[in-house]
């Protein structure tokens, strides 16, 4: 019995009927009122994040050492918005039941009871006087509760993805890590790979047209979600920015389960992000910061009930950033984002709806280019003369639904969707390896893009109980639809320095100006037109143009606890991709693929603290791009093996997680030839190995920690030598807050983030080169008052030159010199 009250298996049966049998106000306690406490207890600090509320009901009773009892009719599909600040147990238990239509009422000190207010016609409480008769208790079904779930510093213990639900991490066989916004406040974030570096596994490099790449266990993580859903299903997306995320979830390995059907993401794992929503608790905050190179931002968060009765709820999220450039001296940066959203609860329903709109003028990465296969041959000039700035615009609109509805005791409905709108569009110079006399010619290319696509996701989940095996059974069903660029290509303008052609949904290159990288010198305008034959007719393979591409899919899956140390996650997709576009005739085209995509997952619990679990999954992804035949390419497959383990330590406030996996692709992403006429073609197959560890968590009174360690091992079924794969990488995080005398406002923080050396590639003759391993330091320190704070930070205090983990000559993404930031944020 230990074991079950230590796993707080909340209450048996016959404890639950105290719901009914409790007389209303049966409590002396100092608040008086029917919703007394009779708990004393002196104010103390409360950080319970927004989560179900039957798991921020068991965070509140472990802090305050009490027991809750309710039955699980009343609380099954309330969420509650959390409890943050200095609060006596009363006011903290209040917080967490405003906005529904339950009260708490006590049984004794250190039991309280929440079941719902009673209604008008209601039976008319018994008198307290009267003694409670035991015999009249009827039993009740029991709310089995498996883990204490809630936020305590930089640990967190659900995610929202893995399952298409929220679930306890200790009972999700599969590596995921969640960012809450703890992690993100004290590392001083200001973009999401700022954030994504410190997780295992994960590796973020600057792209070329300046949007960010991920790639997760050694594959490109493609564009990831936004509350589950695809946040990007062509090649080019819009990442908000972070004021509007609570927190950040890494999925690592396939997910084509979930129904992401983004491109090249279904391999090693995905990144979603969780929005902030509304929410019954008050948030009125306002933050600020300055930074060399990112300029000036200002961000508002404001949330809390919209009427009296706390039936409506809205959160407003703006932020605006100006001032952004580049160490080469590439300017213009600037940011807008707006996010409205509005929710209505009542009883068992909850409907939201929401607004986001960004809109991004980024400036191109720094970057230099080699002059022969190796870093020591990198050009010093990295700007043409007379060349204007690298640029890129990025415009999105998204709107959002979400319908929660309560269906009985243990059933459920969950429906959300969006609509989304992107634009980009862009310039930047890039360099040609092949120019004449083996020099470096500069190449302008703009780019344009437009996509639009919806999604919807239907689930529907119940629970079953047969003896001591529980079902959370889930079926889902969902379709995604996109429309990319109409394909059509401008009449050539020609201008006094320029032959430009652009195409709505690729790079394509116009005349370039010769330029001696190695001198700094311009050459001759007769050189200049011999190159303009060369490259007026190179136009990338990209996805088909103009096409529309539908992928739907039916989701079951079975979430079985059998007694307290077994859980069983099964879970088998049927996924139908349609590809619609056109023959090069103009005649209509369709292309239909299917899979089974199947899942099955096993967690044994050898402790409270220790789990151990086995999965294997399955990853499935289309492929829109041509071959020599002319014909789409065929899908990429994958499976995956994983051993892991979860390991608490420090009294339940950290977390030690393994993960040890086999991936195996049977080709990997498509090869575009580097000579005319551009063909694709499959990639060879890949076989990952890997072993990440992850600590994150409070080891001590006002110190969190959070460190990662990975081991990679990357081998190409062609035997061909693997670039951009390093096969160690690490990184720490620690911050501190003295809690002591003079000090005990201030804070500090400080980490690190290191990898060993990898493999780059040439694309004019394949020649490989070295890319030596390198370290980032940054570290900060922290002025608390009573609602405001104030961070001074430095990135890469040690000013290193730090390259990317892979690229080739044209292209070397670079991060250079020491960065200072200032942030703040004030609520009021």
Request: proline share 6%.
């Amino acid at each position: 019995m230990p074991y079950r009250v230590r796993w707080r298996r909340c209450v048996t049966s016959g404890a639950f009927a105290l719901v009914l049998a409790l007389p209303a106000g049966a409590s002396d306690a100092p608040d008086g009122g029917a919703g007394a406490l009779g708990v004393p207890g002196a104010a103390m600090s409360f950080a319970i994040a927004p989560q179900p509320l039957a798991t921020a009901l068991l965070a509140w009773g472990k802090q305050t050492n009490v027991q809750v009892l309710t039955a699980s009719g009343s609380i099954a599909n309330w969420r509650s918005s959390g409890a943050q600040g200095v609060l006596t147990p009363n006011a903290a238990l209040d917080e967490l039941l405003q906005g529904t239509d339950l009260e708490r009422e006590a049984y004794d000190p250190h039991t309280v009871v929440v079941r719902q207010k009673p209604k008008r016609g209601d039976a008319t409480p018994l008198d307290p006087g009267v003694a409670f008769d035991s015999g009249s208790v009827v039993p009740l079904a029991t709310v089995d509760v498996r883990g204490l779930i809630t936020e305590d510093g930089f640990k967190t213990d659900t995610s929202r993805t893995a399952t298409r639900s929220e679930a306890a991490l200790v009972d999700v066989p599969q590596s995921v890590s969640v960012v809450n916004r703890e992690v993100i406040e004290s590392q001083q974030a200001v973009a999401l790979g700022d954030v994504a570096r410190y997780v295992a596994g994960v590796q973020y490099v600057d792209g070329y047209g300046s949007s960010p790449l991920f790639l997760i266990r050694g594959f490109d993580a493609g564009h990831g979600m936004t509350d589950g859903m695809p946040n990007g299903v062509a090649r080019t997306e819009d990442l908000p920015p972070l004021i509007g995320i609570e927190r950040v979830e890494v999925l690592r390995g396939p997910e084509a389960i979930l129904g992401d059907t983004s491109q090249n993401n279904n391999f090693g794992g995905s990144i979603n992000v969780v929005m902030k929503r509304p929410q019954a608790d008050t948030v009125r905050q306002l933050t600020a910061s300055v930074g060399e190179y990112d300029g000036t931002r200002l961000g508002l968060d404001l949330a809390g009930p919209a009427t009296s009765d706390g039936a409506f709820t809205y959160r407003l999220v703006a932020a605006g950033q100006r001032g952004a450039s580049t160490p080469q001296g590439h300017g213009g940066g600037r940011a807008s984002y707006l996010a409205p959203s509005l929710a209505w609860t009542h009883g068992g329903t909850r409907v939201m709806g929401g607004l986001e709109f960004i809109d991004n003028r980024v400036p191109g990465p720094e970057h230099t280019v080699l002059l022969g296969p190796s870093l020591s041959a990198a050009s010093p000039y990295r700007d043409p003369p007379g060349t204007p700035s690298d640029l890129a615009a990025f415009r999105t609109a998204r709107a959002v639904f979400e319908i929660d509805q309560a269906l009985g005791d243990d059933w459920t409905f969950h429906s959300q969707g969006q609509y989304v709108r992107q634009r980009s569009s862009g310039r930047n110079w890039s360099y040609d390896p092949a120019a004449p006399l083996a020099l470096f010619s500069t190449v302008a290319r703009r780019f344009r893009y437009s996509a639009d696509y919806w999604t919807w996701q239907n689930d529907l989940a119940a629970r079953f109980r047969h003896g001591d095996v529980t079902h959370d059974v889930l079926l889902g069903v969902d379709v995604a639809r996109t429309h990319s660029g109409d394909g059509d290509t401008s009449t050539p303008a020609v201008g006094a320095s320029s032959v430009v052609a652009e195409q709505r949904d690729s790079f394509v290159a116009t005349r370039p100006v010769a330029f001696d990288l190695r001198t700094g010198t311009g050459l001759s305008d007769g050189l200049a037109r011999l190159r303009v034959l060369d490259t007026e007719a190179s136009v990338s393979v990209q996805p088909l143009a103009g096409s529309w591409q539908t992928n739907a899919g039916v989701f079951l899956q079975d979430q079985i606890a059998i007694g307290e140390r077994w859980n069983v996650l099964a879970a088998l997709r049927r996924t139908d991709y349609r590809l619609e576009t056109h023959y090069p005739d103009g005649g209509p085209r369709r292309i239909d693929k299917s899979r089974w995509v199947p899942k099955l997952g096993v967690v044994y619990k050898l402790t409270p603290g220790v789990s151990l679990y086995a999965d294997t999954s399955v990853g499935f992804q289309p492929n829109p791009l041509l071959g020599k035949d002319g014909q789409p390419l065929p899908a990429a497959t994958s499976r995956q093996v994983e051993l892991g383990g979860r390991f608490d330590l420090f009294d339940q406030r950290a977390r030690i997680t393994a993960a040890l996996y086999r991936i195996r692709v049977d080709h990997s992403v498509s090869l575009v030839s580097p000579e005319p006429p551009f063909f694709a073609t499959p990639g060879p197959g890949q076989t990952n190995r890997g072993l990440e560890l992850e600590f994150t968590g409070r080891v001590a009174p006002g110190f969190d920690v959070l460190a990662s360690l990975t081991e990679t091992r990357i081998a190409n079924h062609d035997d061909t030598r693997v670039t951009g794969a390093p096969r160690h990488q690490a990184a720490a995080w620690a911050s501190y807050r003295f809690g002591q005398g003079a000090v005990k406002p201030w804070g500090i923080a400080a980490g690190v983030v290191a990898r060993s050396r990898s493999l780059g590639r040439t694309t004019a003759d394949g020649q490989y080169f070295g890319i030596p391993g390198q370290a980032s330091v940054e570290a900060n320190v922290s002025r608390y008052g009573t609602n405001w704070r104030v961070t001074l930070g430095v990135k890469n205090l040690l000013d290193r030159t730090l390259y990317a983990v892979n690229f080739d000559e044209t292209f070397v993404p670079i991060r250079q010199g020491r960065v200072v930031l200032l942030t703040g944020s004030y609520d009021f």
